[in-house]
């Protein structure tokens, strides 16, 4: 059989994943945060996007709802619910040839000076006197300082925040006299890590720097006694001691207790009253003092910022007692699309490749404006099942919480579960029970005994943590009361499970919760008997982990 080329036709069927698409199915995981960075790099990439004032209120991005239109934006576009129509007198503007060019205009037009975008041409400055100039990092040294206008605040330029090893640089250069310990101080500086412990070798560096290891001890020394307290620390015992040590509370017998953190730990007071020789009220008195320290003091330079939380979607229910949901107009985009430059453009003598790029900044503006658009609507759609699903959680509480999945509501609503898991990241809810992430209402089932309905995971949660605090020092519930109790209350779940979602609420368990009730309980008789009132008891904290 001779090989011969020829022409085959056939029909397939294929799913491609345009760069559009994957950018549409990108927005949906986005938060406001994430959506207004990538929004700016759009509008700097496309010269037919723009941004619509905050204080023009003509138009809410969306679909949610409109203010109010005047006669002059009726003819806004409807595909695209943004564009823009520009005035006749902006187009003379623009096409103006004859626009003045000094410098003076040039530099309000840029809203820069003129040496920031031409640094070869000479530019207005504004002048300051010369005993400052020197002083002025960012003067040129004659005397002058780029413009910043008439209005210009030194008071509102910040300091960069001090850093951990600054600060405890400029405490070395007071605290020893010789070069020679600043430089060995500096070089033991190196060694603490994020939290403020030392967790360099003495013996190593010793041998690495000439020195020996008594005076690289003296030095540590010295160093523990930095601010904050706790610096220089080799581990947590020593930290709690150097801050006790700070406040002058360091007595023996806090001394033998820091030493014996695995037994304060396990609330194992009847051997710590023993090593210490003190009684019930004297060991919970320090346990709260303890509790009162940093364990990780070089936190305290960390120079994160946590990013507040703006909600999403708002909540309220209406007095006929429906629920009105909408999305929050101050994380929607306000993206418009310049239609009349667009079209001044191609009416214009441009070349074919100029109005190539138009027409795809036109087409990448277009489908932009729709993914927000329905980015918008999804999320309002999937906020609103979940409020049809949750509402006796809104009504009455978490313990009404009911178990819900991600295809629930794709089910619900039409959609794939992976469209609903890219909307519920990191998109938050603000109701009148608080502000909640949208996968706060995504939960568990766990069975329910003798048919009933099925508990979510959350609510059983809270049921634990409210069996747990109403236990007295008496009867303390074990991990088995507690799921017979449950039981009782028709939910059927494992003594395990118990216990772990016990550990996921650092909640001690029955044998430490006993010790250290019997002995508050002990230290409040002692105080009563005395006549001395204790004063509020501070929340526990889980000691040495």
């Known amino acids: 059989m001779a090989l011969s080329p020829k022409l085959d036709l056939r029909q397939t069927q294929s799913l491609v994943m345009t760069p559009l698409l994957m950018q549409s199915i990108r927005l949906l995981q986005l938060n406001h945060i994430e959506l207004e960075q990538f929004i700016e790099q759009e509008i700097e990439k496309n010269p037919l996007l723009e941004r619509l004032d905050a204080s023009d209120d003509t138009i809410l991005f969306g679909g949610v709802h409109s203010e109010h239109r005047s006669d002059s934006d009726q003819d806004l576009r409807s595909d695209s619910s943004a564009d823009r129509v520009l005035s006749d007198d902006a187009d003379s503007l623009w096409l103006n040839s004859g626009e003045t060019t000094s410098s003076s205009a040039m530099s309000d037009t840029f809203d820069s000076s003129l040496e920031n975008i031409f640094p070869d041409d000479p530019g207005s400055r504004d002048f300051i006197a010369s005993d400052l100039a020197s002083q002025w990092k960012s003067s040129a040294g004659d005397g002058y300082v780029s413009s910043g206008g008439e209005n210009y605040n030194l008071e509102q330029v910040t300091a960069a925040p001090l850093n951990m090893q600054e600060h405890i640089r400029e405490q070395i250069i007071f605290a020893f006299e010789k070069a020679e310990d600043r430089m060995i101080a500096a070089e033991l500086a190196d060694q603490v890590d994020e939290i403020g412990y030392f967790r360099?070798?003495?013996?190593?560096?010793?041998?690495?720097?000439?020195?020996?290891?008594?005076?690289?001890?003296?030095?540590?020394?010295?160093?523990?006694?930095?601010?904050?307290?706790?610096?220089?620390?080799?581990?947590?015992?020593?930290?709690?001691?150097?801050?006790?040590?700070?406040?002058?509370?360091?007595?023996?017998?806090?001394?033998?207790?820091?030493?014996?953190?695995?037994?304060?730990?396990?609330?194992?007071?009847?051997?710590?009253?023993?090593?210490?020789?003190?009684?019930?009220?004297?060991?919970?008195?320090?346990?709260?003092?303890?509790?009162?320290?940093?364990?990780?003091?070089?936190?305290?330079?960390?120079?994160?910022?946590?990013?507040?939380?703006?909600?999403?979607?708002?909540?309220?229910?209406?007095?006929?007692?429906?629920?009105?949901?909408?999305?929050?107009?101050?994380?929607?985009?306000?993206?418009?699309?310049?239609?009349?430059?667009?079209?001044?453009?191609?009416?214009?003598?441009?070349?074919?490749?100029?109005?190539?790029?138009?027409?795809?900044?036109?087409?990448?503006?277009?489908?932009?404006?729709?993914?927000?658009?329905?980015?918008?609507?999804?999320?309002?759609?999937?906020?609103?099942?979940?409020?049809?699903?949750?509402?006796?959680?809104?009504?009455?509480?978490?313990?009404?919480?009911?178990?819900?999945?991600?295809?629930?509501?794709?089910?619900?609503?039409?959609?794939?579960?992976?469209?609903?898991?890219?909307?519920?990241?990191?998109?938050?809810?603000?109701?009148?029970?608080?502000?909640?992430?949208?996968?706060?209402?995504?939960?568990?089932?766990?069975a329910a005994s003798e048919g009933a309905e099925q508990h979510s995971s959350q609510s059983v949660r809270h049921q634990i943590k409210i069996l747990i605090d109403a236990e007295s020092p008496d009867s303390i519930l074990s991990d088995d009361t507690i799921v017979e109790m449950l039981k009782e209350q028709n939910i059927d779940i494992a003594r395990r499970t118990v216990a772990k979602y016990r550990e996921a609420m650092n909640i001690a368990s029955s044998v430490q919760r006993r010790r250290e009730k019997k002995a508050e309980a002990s230290a409040t008789k002692s105080n009563v008997r005395s006549g001395f009132i204790a004063p509020p008891r501070v929340g526990l904290l889980a000691v040495g982990k």
């Open 200 to 446: 360099g070798d003495i013996a190593e560096l010793a041998i690495r720097i000439g020195s020996s290891v008594e005076h690289l001890e003296k030095l540590l020394f010295v160093l523990q006694g930095f601010e904050p307290a706790g610096l220089f620390a080799r581990d947590l015992a020593e930290c709690l001691r150097l801050q006790l040590r700070a406040r002058k509370r360091l007595s023996p017998a806090m001394d033998i207790l820091l030493q014996n953190l695995e037994l304060l730990a396990k609330r194992d007071f009847h051997s710590l009253k023993k090593l210490c020789r003190l009684g019930d009220t004297e060991i919970i008195d320090m346990l709260r003092e303890i509790q009162l320290l940093d364990p990780k003091p070089g936190t305290a330079f960390s120079s994160g910022i946590a990013d507040s939380i703006i909600p999403d979607v708002q909540v309220d229910q209406a007095p006929d007692g429906s629920w009105r949901i909408e999305l929050n107009s101050e994380t929607l985009p306000r993206v418009l699309i310049n239609n009349n430059y667009y079209a001044t453009i191609m009416r214009a003598k441009t070349s074919p490749d100029e109005k190539t790029f138009l027409g795809e900044c036109m087409h990448n503006a277009n489908w932009l404006i729709r993914s927000l658009d329905q980015r918008a609507q999804t999320i309002l759609k999937v906020a609103t099942e979940i409020v049809r699903q949750q509402e006796q959680f809104l009504l009455q509480g978490v313990a009404y919480l009911k178990p819900l999945n991600l295809r629930n509501v794709a089910d619900a609503i039409g959609m794939h579960e992976s469209t609903v898991s890219r909307v519920t990241t990191n998109k938050y809810m603000l109701t009148k029970r608080g502000v909640f992430e949208l996968r706060y209402f995504f939960n568990a089932a766990i």
